[in-house]
């Protein structure tokens, strides 16, 4: 229960970055997939997850560059169940949205093995 919390508390104060690439997922926006934010997968919380997709998207800010190890052994859990995961800084989201939304769009692509 302590994560869902947490993970309600974390939807609530969404950073910039977060924001703005919430408001690109939400409501099926992408290929008609589910996008959930700031989604409990114990014992971590991601910023986005597609279940139906197994993917999930994390957005990384500086202080990524000191637990890069930590964000490896994550990544690397989380691959376990069948998840795929992709990061973008968040310098990414503000000064590329596009591009980041196009390589969310291959990704899935990719997945679902269907073409362009």
Partial sequence: ???TIKARSLRRNQTP???LLWQKLRNKQILSFKF???FP???FIVDFCCLELRLIIELDGSQH???ASYD???SLYLAQPGFKLIRFWNNEII???EAVLEKIYLVILAIT???I
Wanted: aromatic share 8%.
């Fill in 72 to 74: 490896e052994e994550r």
């Fill in 36 to 38: 959930r934010r700031q």
């Fill in 65 to 67: 560059f000191e637990q």
């Fill in 17 to 19: 970055f977060e924001r």
């Fill in 113 to 115: 093995g269907k073409e």
């Fill in 95 to 97: 000064e590329n949205t």
């Fill in 1 to 3: 229960m302590k994560l």
């Fill in 41 to 43: 997968i114990a014992p």
